[in-house]
């Protein structure tokens, strides 16, 4: 039973244009979320994070943005570069669970094309 | 900072065999994780360790897989006996504090594949 949900398992942009990655959650119950980021033979690293009181929040490049109604959040790089080609994970953690877990979703491949 | 340290990177092995994975957290860090990757499931916490103990297994598949952390600088994972769909990468991670979760840092991988 997949809870945090990514049905994109790749996507191909312009160089300069929007990328957005999208991701949905079932449980209700989580109340804040990440992005991560992961390049070949590395491990994920973190890149922003959203909590459930808000509904955008905004790094540079990066702003994820969260539906709590729709169970629904997505992240936009404006301008995609091509060093942002990676695979991107959305994860999701519940309050209740003292906010150690994270459960992942299966990523999404975003290439960018020069 | 050396960041979090695995090894192997890559284990090859044939089926039935003992399989051992290891990392090294990030000193000073009092929460190690162990995750799996897998096209199919994406990233999924196996267990996680707090101060050397471990505090939640629910995610460990079946007997098979171990998982010790016998002090801050060192923990395990076993897989006994191995077979072909244990195939996967498995990340090992550590963090400094309890609440929100973006201080994950994460190790670069062991790439096991089971023949």
């Known amino acids: 039973d997949q809870q945090v949900k990514q049905n994109s398992p790749s996507l191909s942009v312009q160089e300069g244009r929007i990328s957005i990655l999208n991701c949905d959650y079932t449980n209700s119950m989580f109340d804040y979320f990440l992005w991560y980021k992961k390049y070949p033979a590395e491990g994920p690293t973190f890149l922003i994070s959203i909590s459930s009181i808000k509904d955008k929040n905004e790094d540079g490049r990066f702003t994820v943005f969260l539906n709590k109604s729709a169970k629904h959040l997505s992240l936009h790089i404006v301008p995609s570069q091509p060093g942002d080609s990676a695979v991107y994970f959305c994860a999701a953690s519940l309050s209740n669970f003292g906010n150690e877990k994270l459960t992942f979703g299966t990523g999404t491949r975003l290439t960018i094309i020069p | 900072d050396a960041g979090v340290i695995q090894s192997p990177r890559h284990e090859v092995t044939e089926m039935g065999q003992e399989v051992t994975l290891r990392c090294k957290p990030i000193?000073?860090?009092?929460?190690l994780f162990w995750y799996r990757q897998t096209m199919m499931r994406g990233l999924e916490l196996l267990i996680y360790f707090n101060n050397n103990v471990p505090i939640d297994d629910s995610g460990m598949p079946e007997d098979r897989f171990s998982a010790k952390m016998p002090n801050a600088s060192f923990s395990t994972l076993k897989i006994q006996p191995s077979e072909p769909r244990d195939s996967a990468v498995y990340f090992c991670?550590?963090?400094?504090?309890?609440?929100?979760?973006?201080?994950?840092?994460f190790g670069p991988g062991t790439r096991l594949t089971v023949l």
């Open positions: 991670a550590s963090s400094h504090r309890a609440g929100r979760t973006d201080t994950q840092y």
């Open positions: 000193s000073g860090h009092d929460y």
